[in-house]
């Protein structure tokens, strides 16, 4: 088979993800003359938060919901497609290996790519919200409308019930309102603690910038508009036999139940880290945005020597401090690769570091106001189900945690839970919290799935004709030189 | 359960379960179901429930479907194209039996 | 702690050896310095398999089957064991021949458990199989089953026999002591009448404490899995002229396996896979099978595996001391074998021999002076 050589097999930049960080270093990488190739699983730059400007650029009824924050995206994807940089959309990458080495996947089929150096952007993904009947059709993220409104112009026709908490439950009631969608009800789940806990780090968080006002602004608008809203809900569950019919829930000491066809769910977003873990980076548990991030320093260098990782992939900040780190990921690649000096570095980034710890400051306060209800993380329910790909349960987890199984890795050869396509991204983390509750040990004792690349799937005909790879031994399987252990005796 | 804005400016027709489905060129093929109010786009493979796109990002393989013969494609990945055969996944993938080429 | 005998290694042949020393009234202390079916016993393909052995290992493979036909009677589980035959395919003209050679020198040792079949009746045993095949050597009463389950069924046998396996237990030194053996292993101290070293790639280390050292190497086998496919077949294949170990378990997923080693470190137990090798088992998949090329891999993994240059494993008395009994190094197709071989090791603890010929396992077969 005949792979169209669209490009070398080699690279000196290597960006995967074209959100905002992915952008940015790209952008950097481009002025200071770094090559810089974009692997860009989507189909046009932007991420998900930009998802579809170039396109929405041209359709003004878009455009008018979704706001000034996504407007902006336009210029930066304008500075991105000037910037010199190669820009492979439809492009997944579905292996990092420790040398730089990429194993990509796109329409011309399947390659493996050298890298001199690889900065990882891949962005976030909405947290999984596992819930009592989550799996009907009829429920998606709050992020997946938005993705639907945003790609596709999109707006629910039917009543919307909005279940969750977080900044984008806020944004996306008031962009739907404005798109004429009807809100049934805005269940709001921020735990009441949350206020209290989040109220000492409000006032530096409101000074450091202009989303908490604005985020408060919307807040009112919401409300006013007459939205139902409930505060403190719990024990949501959805019902529904084929598809959803309503969703019942407590909140204010009363039981509720409201007859729906779309439900919303949202609980913050966690970054994707199955590129950062296949590439082996370390990964600690962050017990504040409570998910597993890649260990980076502040330039997103991570103790794998190529390998850099920037943006909500590596950590949440949003749009603002993914650039920022996109940014500054370049900067400390170009001064590896000698296209810039060391007090060049330094002075370049100064001022970027300081921008990013006023939005750290922003950034804690809507941690701790929005960090999730332990019954999302390990819900109650036995019923609930945890893996949806292969349909197992949080009860059936507790059942192998009373025989002795220590952490998700053991539970999925036990009960296949994180074996199916997802390859654990929507039960991870709830299998390793529900373990973890059940065994009464911590997030980090419990550890997190063992990533097995490839982490996206390539068909059995793609692997086949993977070019850039050398030949393994022909025949028999290859007699090893590895370590003999006489010496040991 | 979804609705456009605006009609389609670039319209593009492709077959779902042979059913005609317009959409909007650049819509993903999950977007395009959506639109035109499928309920669900495959079943779960052991109980057999209905299932229907969840993240829409690419993440949570729901919205899976075959696409021109080939299955477990995920529709919020994949473009309309016109003329694209879709279908229903109900369960695992069918491999054409019989003999190879 | 004070035991009759302290197992070294708590894999499938670890508990499979402390399930038949307890059977026979033996106090048994397992040591397993991670957690049971952690490395090759919970990462192989999971083939049961006689068909092709090494023909030292052909009469164990045989008595071992007879305890796989009825697994559930030793282990109280059916380990997901299914008797679907295990099938060689040869793709070309010498293949076939190699095949052919092979049928005739089991014939020759009166082995009738392996059975050439034509392309024809290839064709019809294993739909969707490409046209070109020549035909291959299938051994009928061979089949498949769940490492891991099947692991952890020896190992709550074990346990409900009275055994008691320590996890996170890395065994530090082995001194002689009065009746047998002091070990030292982490926290904890074990007296023992007796070693059993079923440490698996670790096995020669442990033999090197026991006094015996072995050129035991490693490698690292590279498995992949697919999304559910359809069911559509029923024996395990196995690669001829090219290696390829290649089934459909219960579930509908495909297990490709097939040799190609991992990149990885057998001490720090971290390992990542090589393109390259996975390239090349899918290959051989998609040339056997051409319709399989839209399904999707969704997972590789590796086990680590103790190797010798002579691909048979050490099974046998040790040579320094009377009281230490080996059995490791199963070069990657130890799974089958294990019901076998712990009957064989409480044998030789407790009567000094075994009932099967084990001669060419021996410890000390290898020239060591290099």
């Not at chain 1, 011309?108 to 799996?135: F, K, Q, S, Y």
């Not at chain 3, 508990?15 to 090759?40: F, I, P, Q, T, Y």
Request: charged content about 20%; overall charge neutral; some cysteine.
């Amino acid at each position: 088979m005949n792979m169209k050589a669209s490009f070398d097999d080699s690279v000196e930049l290597a960006i995967i993800g074209a959100g905002p960080a992915g952008l940015a270093a790209a952008i950097t990488a481009g002025e200071l003359g770094v090559k810089a190739t974009v692997f860009d699983e989507g189909s046009g730059p932007g991420g998900q938060i930009y998802r579809a400007i170039e396109d929405t650029g041209n359709r003004p009824e878009r455009l008018a919901l979704l706001g000034e924050d996504y407007a902006k995206g336009g210029d930066q994807v304008q500075r991105f497609r000037a910037s010199g940089c190669r820009y492979l959309p439809g492009h997944g990458v579905f292996d990092i290996a420790p040398d730089g080495g990429l194993g990509v996947n796109g329409p011309d089929g399947a390659r493996w790519i050298a890298a001199r150096r690889v900065i990882i952007a891949p962005g976030a993904m909405e947290r999984p919200v596992p819930l009592p009947g989550w799996t009907l059709p009829g429920v998606m993220g709050a992020g997946a409308a938005q993705t639907l409104l945003k790609s596709s112009g999109l707006v629910p026709s039917t009543p919307v019930v909005l279940a969750g908490s977080g900044p984008l439950v806020v944004l996306i009631a008031r962009q739907l309102l404005a798109a004429g969608a009807r809100i049934a009800a805005v269940l709001d789940t921020t735990p009441r603690a949350n206020f209290m806990n989040a109220a000492p780090l409000l006032p530096s968080a409101y000074v450091a910038g202009n989303d908490l006002r604005k985020g408060l602004r919307w807040l009112r608008e919401v409300k006013r508009s007459g939205t139902a809203w409930h505060k403190g809900v719990s024990r949501i569950r959805i019902e529904g036999d084929e598809a959803v019919e309503a969703i019942s829930f407590s909140a204010g000491g009363r039981s509720q139940r409201i007859a729906c066809r779309l439900v919303l769910l949202h609980e913050g977003v966690i970054p994707n880290v199955q590129l950062s873990m296949a590439a082996g980076i370390e990964h600690d548990f962050d017990d504040t945005q409570w998910c597993w991030r890649p260990r980076a320093d502040a330039f997103g260098r991570t103790g794998v020597e190529p390998i850099l990782v920037a943006g909500d992939g590596a950590g949440i900040g949003g749009a603002d401090l993914a650039a920022d780190a996109g940014h500054l990921a370049a900067l400390a690649v170009a001064a590896d690769l000698g296209r810039l000096a060391a007090g060049d570095l330094e002075t370049r980034s100064r001022p970027i570091l300081a921008r990013m710890r006023a939005g750290r400051r922003v950034r804690r306060f809507l941690d701790c106001l929005y960090r999730p209800h332990q019954e999302v993380l390990a819900p109650p329910d036995d019923e609930t189900m945890v893996c949806r790909c292969e349909e197992v349960t949080a009860g059936e987890l507790r059942r192998v945690a009373a025989m002795g199984c220590p952490g998700p890795n053991q539970a999925k050869a036990f009960t296949r839970c994180g074996m199916g396509p997802c390859q654990g991204r929507m039960c991870g983390l709830t299998a390793a919290a529900v373990l973890a509750s059940a065994g009464g040990r911590s997030m980090a004792e419990v550890g997190h799935l063992r990533i097995r690349p490839p982490v996206k799937p390539i068909t059995v005909g793609e692997l086949a004709g993977l070019a850039g790879v050398g030949e393994p031994p022909a025949g028999a399987p290859p007699m090893p030189t590895g370590p003999k252990d006489e010496e040991d005796a | 359960m979804f609705q456009r804005l605006c009609e389609p400016r670039e319209p593009v027709s492709f077959d779902f379960e042979g059913e005609m489905v317009t959409a909007e060129a650049g819509d993903t093929v999950a977007a395009a179901l959506l639109a035109h109010g499928v309920g669900h786009n495959r079943r779960a493979v052991v109980s057999g429930d209905r299932r229907a796109p969840h993240c829409l990002i690419g993440a949570c393989f729901e919205c899976l479907v075959e696409i021109d013969g080939r299955p477990n494609r995920q529709a919020c990945l994949t473009t309309v194209r016109a003329g694209m055969r879709v279908r229903r996944q109900d369960g695992p993938a069918k491999v054409k039996n019989g003999g190879g080429e | 702690m004070k035991a009759d005998v302290a197992v070294i290694g708590g894999g499938i042949h670890g508990c499979s050896a402390a399930l038949n020393l307890a059977r026979r009234g033996l106090k048994v202390v397992v040591l397993e310095k991670d957690h049971v079916g952690r490395h090759a016993s919970g990462a192989n393909a999971g083939g049961v398999r006689t068909l092709l052995r090494h023909e030292a290992e052909v009469p164990l493979a045989l008595a071992s089957r007879a305890i796989w036909h009825d697994i559930e009677s030793e282990l109280g589980d059916d380990c997901r064991y299914h008797t679907v035959g295990q099938l060689a395919v040869a793709e070309t003209d010498a293949g076939l021949d190699e095949l052919r050679a092979r049928d005739a020198r089991m014939h020759d040792l009166g082995y009738s458990h392996e059975e050439l079949i034509n392309a024809d009746e290839l064709k019809a045993l294993v739909p969707g199989i490409a046209a070109t095949v020549r035909g291959g050597l299938m051994a009928r009463e061979d089949g498949a089953a769940s490492p891991y389950h099947t692991t952890l069924a020896f190992r709550r046998a074990a346990l409900a026999t009275g055994v008691d396996i320590h996890e996170g237990c890395r065994v530090e030194t082995l001194a002689p002591a009065a009746k047998g053996w002091r070990v030292a292993a982490t926290g904890i101290e074990v007296e023992a009448g007796f070693i059993v070293n079923t440490a698996g790639a670790w096995g020669g280390h442990i033999a090197g404490l026991i006094g015996d050292p072995v050129p035991l190497s490693y490698f690292l086998p590279m498995m992949m899995v697919t999304a559910r496919v359809e069911p559509f077949l029923k024996p395990v294949i196995i690669g001829t002229e090219r290696p390829l170990s290649f089934k459909q378990m219960l579930n509908g997923t495909l297990v490709i396996g097939g040799g190609r080693p991992a990149i990885g470190d057998r001490d720090t137990m971290t390992y990542r896979p090589d393109f390259a090798g996975l390239k090349a088992s899918a290959e051989t998949v998609r040339d056997l099978f051409p319709m399989l090329g839209d399904v999707p891999v969704v997972r590789s993994w590796a086990g680590i595996e103790g190797i010798f240059a002579d691909e048979i494993p050490v099974i046998g008395p040790s040579r320094a001391s009377s009281n230490a009994v080996h059995a490791f190094g199963f070069c990657g197709h130890g799974f089958q074998l294990a019901p076998i071989v712990g009957r064989l090791v409480a044998e030789l603890v407790m009567q000094g021999k075994a009932s099967l010929p084990i001669a060419a396992f021996a410890v000390d077969r290898f020239d060591t002076t290099e």
